[in-house]
């Protein structure tokens, strides 16, 4: 386009030579009217004014003013949906829509070639987050992004940054439209309008609404005892136009389990249950899958876990702190023996340095030779049985450490034998005030609660008339009066409270019990009448002081079944070696994928709990995620806890994966962008730019153009050959 004239003369001058030109060519044409043919005299004239025409436009010197983007002045941003909804494979048995776009920026097409030479091109991926793009060998690497899809944050945080460094030239979008956290889209494009920044956009999906068979379980999790049947839940969706035959698997680790076939109808859902068992206790992850079916849109969602947690039916561990060997521990180990609920241990002073040991691992052993001096020891049992005779050989360190185990993990503790011989620091804890002394008593039969300890004593076995029943003359060491809170559980049947056969109480988060009988072994011993009733005193008296443990560790996460894609606190309580919240723990935790790939996360304390550390993971695959948490406290060694979470296809950013073309068109039409299908882009050679990018001004005159002397010397030789054909010069 010409902007201005530099003429080589003035204007009247070359005015005049021009009309005197044209004035001689006219007058040549009419001098050869009668000599030559009127067909060869208009080639001779076109020639001549040609000519004219080229050398008038050397003198008058047109200039032209070109713009062009400042190079390497702004940027331009391709920014790749890389969100879960990319993998929908339109058409059925079609490319994904990640595989689609991928092949789009491998072929490189020329708009974007026109982009790099304008400004500088730089290539992001998108989801909830926005991350930048790795290629290799020419090829996009587009990993399915985790989190939802915040179309609208993303560009936002393109503008925010063009504010902050380079302008910003021109966004393309490559995506399916599907948008569904954070800020609406279209407000954000409205600024992208108001700064005149254009985004166009290549949209990547199909119209058709897609045809799909889904499986989901609508049970978070269970939880069922080992070798016992259990079902399974689930629904099976199908969206295709006519009814499907399907076969359901039920596997765990790849091992098929059970298989079942249904008939679903056409755009319908049908619940069906799948019925199993496990011989294997622990956290189990079944895999319910549907066989592929042929233009199946999305085989993602043909696969859905549950989590299972098998149990072993409840083992309550009590720990036996003995002063010498005894008919007493005989019998409590023999019951323990015939009761799979009940596992003791115990140590037992022989000597002066000399102790029995019982039940323990080799790591305990090793822990602690003579009795506890560490809370920590403690931590793996429920309920302590301590005989007055072994309370003078424990260290006042030890004595802290029983005392933190009652108060703060929650553990039962159970004295029997002569009070008086406690420390200070243990009387605190028993239920009835010292001193105390041994008593005789002539046969009687005790009385229990039937509202306390023993209230889940259903059959009345503790009170019949055979009943816990003491021979004449039975030794009974008893204590003081009772303290405020506490009630008593087994009384003499002449006695007032100020002498129960058995008292206790709440004593912190835990419970404390003092029992004045020794002789309860005696119960065993008869009939199998009275068996029953040694079993049932002491299986009801352990459970009621070990049920209000607390554990060490408490894993939030465990058999939670996650979205995919979405976040999740994997958060663990810990308790310190004094089983108080641990503030000053050093917590990490190392999650296995399904596929075996690890990650370790440093995990933060909750600003609104003591002892609670917490740190996100957002699942990426679907299937069991494995955590093993570590945990580095002061003064102690290395702590391990594991649990496992499933993740599964769920989640708003699994529900609706249809194209949403509208919202790309209305992006590129509000902003000032144009759109694109596919492979309308591979041939694009542009896209708009933004206005307001730095341009670059260039003046050239036209006639400094090759193209204007090669027609001026064409025209010239051609009239030249003319003449002389005709004999003229």
């Given amino acids: 386009m010409i902007s201005h004239w530099e003429p080589a003369m003035p204007w009247w001058l070359i005015a005049l030579w021009l009309l005197a030109m044209i004035a001689i060519t006219a007058w040549s044409y009419r001098q050869f009217s009668d000599k030559i043919g009127r067909s060869y005299r208009l080639f001779m004239l076109v020639c001549g004014l040609v000519a004219l025409l ?19 002045s702004f940027r331009c941003v391709v920014l790749a949906d890389q969100s879960l909804s990319m993998e929908t494979r339109d058409g059925g048995a079609g490319q994904a829509r990640s595989d689609a776009l991928g092949e789009v920026l491998a072929a490189r097409p020329p708009a974007l070639d026109t982009l790099t030479s304008q400004g500088r091109l730089e290539y992001y991926g998108f989801a909830e987050d926005t991350h930048a793009m790795a290629f290799a060998d020419g090829q996009p690497l587009l990993e399915t992004l985790p989190g939802r899809t915040a179309l609208g944050n993303t560009l936002q945080q393109l503008l925010s940054d063009a504010e902050k460094g380079l302008a910003l030239g021109a966004v393309v979008l490559l995506s399916d439209g599907r948008s569904n956290s954070g800020e609406p889209p279209m407000e954000v494009v409205k600024r992208y309008r108001a700064r005149g920044i254009p985004i166009s956009c290549v949209g990547f999906g199909s119209a058709r609404a897609p045809w799909d068979l889904s499986i989901s379980t609508r049970q978070d999790g269970l939880r069922v005892q080992r070798d016992q049947s259990f079902a399974v839940n689930a629904t099976v969706t199908n969206h295709f136009p006519e009814a499907k035959t399907v076969v359901i698997t039920a596997a765990d680790r790849g091992m098929v389990l059970a298989e079942k076939t249904i008939v679903v109808p056409a755009n319908a859902s049908v619940d069906t249950a799948l019925t199993l068992s496990a011989a294997n206790p622990g956290f189990h992850t079944y895999a319910l899958r549907l066989q592929p079916t042929s233009g199946d849109s999305r085989p993602d969602n043909d696969l859905d876990f549950i989590g299972v947690d098998v149990q072993e039916p409840p083992t309550l561990r009590v720990l036996y702190l003995g002063g010498g060997l005894d008919w007493e521990w005989r019998f409590l180990r023999l019951l323990a023996e015939n009761n799979e609920l009940l596992h003791f241990s115990a140590i037992i002073q022989m000597g002066p340095g000399y102790f029995y040991h019982s039940g323990l691992n080799d790591e305990q052993r090793k822990e602690t030779p003579a009795f506890p001096d560490k809370a920590a020891f403690y931590r793996d049992f429920h309920a302590v049985i301590l005989d ?8 006042a360190e030890g004595v802290t450490a029983l005392e933190s185990f009652v108060a703060n993990k929650g553990g039962g503790l159970l004295l029997r034998g002569p009070l008086d011989l406690l420390p200070p620091a243990l009387a605190a804890i028993i239920p009835q005030h010292l001193p105390g002394g041994r008593v005789v ?12 300890v023993f209230n889940r004593d259903f059959a009345g076995i503790l009170r019949t008339g055979r009943g816990l029943w003491l021979p004449h003359n039975t030794p009974l060491w008893v204590a003081g009066d009772l303290k405020r809170a506490a009630r008593v559980a087994l009384a003499l049947p002449y006695a007032t409270q100020s002498m129960p056969a058995l008292a206790a109480q709440g ?27 040694h079993q049932v005193f002491w299986t009801h008296l352990l459970t009621w002081l070990g049920e209000v443990g607390k554990p060490q560790f408490r894993m939030h996460c465990r058999g939670v079944k996650a979205p995919l894609g979405d976040e999740l606190a994997i958060d663990v309580s810990v308790l310190g070696a004094d089983f108080l919240p641990a503030p000053d723990a050093q917590v990490s935790a190392r999650v296995t994928a399904p596929d075996g790939s690890e990650r ?36 102690q060694p290395l702590l391990e806890s594991g649990t496992s979470f ?44 933004s206005s307001s990018v730095p341009m670059q001004t260039t003046t050239r005159p036209m006639t400094s153009s090759w193209l204007l002397f090669a027609v001026l010397t064409g025209a010239l030789l051609l009239l030249w050959w003319s003449r002389r054909r005709i004999g003229l010069k």
Avoid at 388 to 395: E, G, K, N, T
Avoid at 442 to 452: I, K
Avoid at 602 to 623: F, H, K
């Fill in 388 to 395: 007055a005779r072994a309370a003078a050989a424990i260290s």
């Fill in 507 to 533: 004593y912190g988060a835990g419970r404390a019990a003092t029992m004045a009988v020794e002789s309860t072994w005696r119960w065993h011993l008869g009939d199998n009448s009275r068996d029953e009733l």
């Fill in 600 to 635: 370790q996360i440093p995990m933060e304390p909750a600003p609104d709990e003591v002892g609670r550390y917490t740190a996100l993971y957002i699942p990426t695959q679907p299937g069991e995620h494995q955590v093993l948490y570590e945990v580095r406290l002061p003064e």
């Fill in 441 to 452: 008593v002539p046969a009687l039969r005790l009385e229990p609660n039937p509202d306390f």
């Fill in 646 to 689: 499933v993740a599964r296809q769920s989640g708003v950013e699994a529900e609706d994966t249809a194209f949403n073309e509208a919202l790309l068109r209305d992006i590129a039409r509000v902003s000032g962008g144009e759109y694109f299908a596919p492979e309308e882009f591979r041939r694009a050679r542009r896209v708009p730019l």
């Fill in 54 to 72: 080229a050398a008038a436009l050397l003198l008058m010197q047109p200039m032209r003013v070109l713009r062009t983007p400042e190079a390497g």
